[in-house]
């Protein structure tokens, strides 16, 4: 990144901190997540090739939504190993952190496949309209005014299924009963 | 958090509606962050959109292979039926989703338990395992994908044309052999009966496997390793075997998950472990306990899932 570049960064940054930081509070809820956020935004807009000048604006939204999501991301994940191994653990008292490194690779692969059986099976517990809603737009990438089409329904129709798809899904994937 | 199992379905939509409004370049992240404040309930509608759509979007692939429903005028071989037949499919629930893959692809898929035999055009005939799938590339017969499990390769000697199979970011070549294909985890097992294959990857020279040779090769780590396979034994679950020779055990697992239809969670304790023996497949519902006994391993079956762990020292 040439200095100008990371010059009118840092402007943009400037001109903006307020507003992603309110942003980010409302999104997480949490004005020291916020800041967290914030800062780890910083950091890797300044990398090279980080951020473009150009529609800076939108550009540091979209990172800071996706920063979100990523945390979102994490913590689930952690909650489904803590979940996985915590009914067992007295058998595995003996392993230390050691030997699960070892097997860090396959575990994640095993995780992985685990976690995509879970995702499989609970689109496959959906409503019938619902199910074929979400597959074709979710899974198959066709638009909702596509998937209205193949299914002979409205777009708001689509809409409604997928509002539904979510609601089983969020209870079948996400329900991890913390905050 | 009760408050949140009554999440109804106007938040999540409105919640959808914003997501896709994001991705326009000149969204309006102002009337996005308004939304959020005038009521927490958005946000946390906005995560389960959010978190789903990351979730579904990394496991895409796989989830079209789970999703993907046989065709309807796929045929159901009689004996190879009985010989995987009635075992309980925690995956072939979702069996029965449309598959619609980008145009011009051809998939095949098998479900837990089951087999298929396809027959190309090009005089290949492949011997499909459970829970496997197969992708002929846009209409080409000779450019082929294993998207998952296993599969057995009957190739006409064609001067004329070579056929490759993609698996993993493999490249398997061949022109006129048998040789079987099995994707376990992070590994590509490639085990040649008649013949000669090449396994390219990209960066590397390819190896060459002469018949009565197998490869491993890790991505993850970018390791291949050859052994030495008996010809009998490629492909030996097309006969009711799974034959194994210093495997590691998450290669079995995986196997096993295939044939009961059960997801198979090792210990991390054991995951190191290696198997030499052979499995009789029957239904799939033995093969844990027949492992389990030669190898002193301790399971336990809690609906779709099984766990296993060393012995119990009780």
Do not use: C
């Not at chain 1, 999501?69 to 913590?75: A, M, T």
């Not at chain 1, 995780?111 to 899974?139: C, D, V, W």
């Not at chain 2, 199992?5 to 991705?23: I, K, N, P």
């Not at chain 2, 989830?63 to 075992?87: E, I, K, N, Y």
């Amino acid at each position: 990144m040439a200095p100008d570049d990371a010059h009118g960064l840092e402007t943009l940054y400037r001109t903006y901190r307020a507003d992603l930081l309110r942003f980010l509070t409302a999104r997480t809820g949490d004005a020291g997540d916020a800041e967290d956020i914030l800062q780890e935004l910083w950091i890797r807009a300044r990398q090279p090739g980080g951020a473009p000048i150009a529609n800076g604006r939108a550009y540091l939204y979209r990172m800071a939504q996706n920063l979100v999501v990523d945390r979102l991301r994490e913590q689930h994940r952690r909650m489904r190993r803590d979940r996985r191994w915590s009914d067992e653990r007295t058998d595995f008292a003996a392993n230390t952190d050691e030997a699960v490194d070892v097997g860090a690779d396959a575990e994640a692969a095993i995780l992985h496949r685990e976690e995509t059986a879970l995702i499989a099976s609970a689109i496959g517990n959906l409503p019938e309209g619902a199910r074929r809603a979400f597959q074709m737009h979710k899974i198959d990438g066709l638009s909702h005014a596509e998937v209205a089409e193949r299914l002979g329904i409205s777009k708001s129709g689509v809409e409604k299924h997928m509002a539904v798809a979510m609601k089983y899904l969020r209870r079948a994937l996400l329900d991890w009963g913390g905050g | 958090m009760t408050a949140r199992s009554d999440m109804d379905e106007r938040l999540l939509e409105e919640a959808m509606a914003w997501h896709v409004a994001l991705e326009s370049d000149d969204a309006d992240w102002d009337g996005y962050t308004l939304w959020l404040e005038a009521d927490p309930r958005h946000r946390e509608a906005f995560d389960v959109v959010a978190l789903t759509d990351r979730l579904v979007g990394e496991h895409r692939d796989d989830l079209r292979l789970l999703t993907a429903a046989p065709p309807p005028q796929v045929r159901r071989g009689g004996r190879r039926q009985m010989l995987f037949g009635g075992v309980a499919a925690a995956l072939a629930l979702a069996i029965g989703i449309p598959a619609l893959m980008p145009k011009g692809d051809t998939v095949y898929a098998t479900g837990a338990g089951e087999t298929r035999r396809i027959a190309l055009g090009n005089g290949a005939a492949i011997d499909l395992a459970p829970a496997s799938r197969l992708v002929v590339k846009e209409g080409d017969e000779n450019d082929l994908e294993l998207a998952g499990g296993e599969a057995y390769f009957d190739v006409r000697h064609d001067p004329a044309r070579a056929l490759t199979i993609h698996a993993q970011g493999y490249a398997v070549s061949d022109i006129g052999t048998r040789f079987a294909m099995n994707l376990a985890g992070p590994a590509l097992l490639v085990s040649v009966a008649e013949g000669h294959v090449a396994v390219g990857s990209a960066g590397n020279s390819p190896a060459n496997l002469a018949a009565g040779q197998k490869l491993v090769a890790r991505g993850d780590e970018g390791t291949m390793r050859i052994s030495r396979i008996a010809a009998n034994d490629v492909g030996s679950w097309r006969q009711g075997r799974l034959v194994y020779d210093d495997a590691p055990l998450s290669v079995v697992a995986a196997d096993i998950a295939r044939y009961s239809g059960k997801a198979v969670v090792l210990d991390p304790a054991i995951r190191a472990r290696r198997f030499s023996g052979v499995l009789s497949v029957g239904d799939g519902s033995k093969l844990l306990a027949d492992l389990a006994a030669v190898m002193a391993l301790r399971y336990d079956v809690q609906g779709d899932r099984i766990r296993v762990s060393a012995g119990a020292s009780r």
